[in-house]
């Protein structure tokens, strides 16, 4: 670790010295405690020259490990009020590099200049999932993707079929990425703490990355199937094609959406963008 980061105050004494506090508004809980936070950078898998873009970077914790492993960290922050304790960051670390917006406008591939680049994030509640689909089906493609959750989340994004928390989030996600919950973390590790557990999740983006058209053709199938998923497939696909729908896909059109797997509604989505067989 480099002297001047071992230098740094402790956070708690960075957050009073500025005189900041959690705001709601921007989804704020802060993790304090440096044991997680090296333990969440450990998990990206990051290493020494590697290019991290991270969301969210507040008091800077999970900042300070990320920059600790040697890689080149841009944060990315929406409250101005964190820009003077983050410059301070900035001028003991040179590998950080700061851009004050919002998360969901930035051009990630203009950040990573082109280079791969991995995504790290203790996010945002209240636009977590939102940024999550912009990484998986955006026109650029993050090289790992290391965020955390609320555990209720994170148990939509990883849900398998049969599973209470399988839903759109699921398809979409395993369309696109592989997805492993790695690390429960407890309310009370973040301060100011939330009302919910949370839990870290690790999704690698799949190589082979569906066209466009078939995946607008994936959304609209797991939009109908799911905005009515105790009805039949042959009731809740109607306004697409219903049971002719299912059985072209090969599905029986008596199941439900939640028994249907990745592979079933491609084929639904293949049938819907006139690619079936
Ligand atoms: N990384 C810090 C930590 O672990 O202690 C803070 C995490 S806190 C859960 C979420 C952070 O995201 C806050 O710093 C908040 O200001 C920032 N944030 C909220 N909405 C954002 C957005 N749309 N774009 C960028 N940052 C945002």
Not at 65 to 79: P, S
Not at 119 to 142: D, E, F, Q
Not at 187 to 202: I, L, M, Q
Request: charged share 25%; proline share 7%; glycine share 8%.
């Amino acid at each position: 670790m480099s002297e001047a980061l071992a230098d740094l105050p402790p956070l708690r004494e960075s957050l009073a010295a500025h005189g900041l506090l959690a705001k709601k508004a921007f989804g704020q809980h802060f993790l304090l405690d440096l044991n997680i936070t090296r333990k969440i950078a450990r998990l990206a898998g990051v290493a020494a020259g590697d290019r991290v873009i991270e969301i969210g970077p507040g008091p800077g914790g999970l900042t300070r490990a990320l920059l600790e492993t040697g890689a080149r960290v841009t944060a990315v922050e929406k409250d101005e009020r964190f820009r003077p304790l983050l410059e301070e960051l900035g001028v003991a670390c040179p590998a950080l590099d700061l851009v004050f917006g919002d998360a969901l406008e930035v051009n990630e591939a203009a950040i990573a200049e082109g280079a791969p680049a991995h995504l790290v994030s203790n996010l945002p509640y209240n636009v977590g999932t939102a940024l999550l689909i912009k990484w998986l089906t955006g026109p650029w493609t993050p090289a790992s993707l290391t965020l955390m959750f609320q555990r209720e989340v994170a148990d939509r994004i990883t849900a398998a079929p049969g599973d209470e928390a399988y839903g759109r989030l699921a398809v979409l996600v395993q369309a696109t990425a592989s997805a492993h919950r790695v690390m429960d973390v407890p309310a009370r590790a973040f301060t100011p703490p939330p009302k919910v557990d949370s839990a870290v999740v690790r999704l690698a983006p799949r190589e082979d990355r569906l066209a466009p058209e078939r995946l607008r053709a994936l959304e609209q199938a797991t939009a109908a199937a799911f905005g009515q998923r105790r009805k039949m497939l042959r009731s809740s696909l109607k306004p697409l094609g219903g049971e002719a729908l299912a059985v072209a896909a090969g599905l029986d059109p008596q199941a439900r959406a939640e028994t249907v797997d990745l592979a079933g509604f491609l084929r639904l989505a293949d049938q819907l963008a006139g690619r079936g067989a």
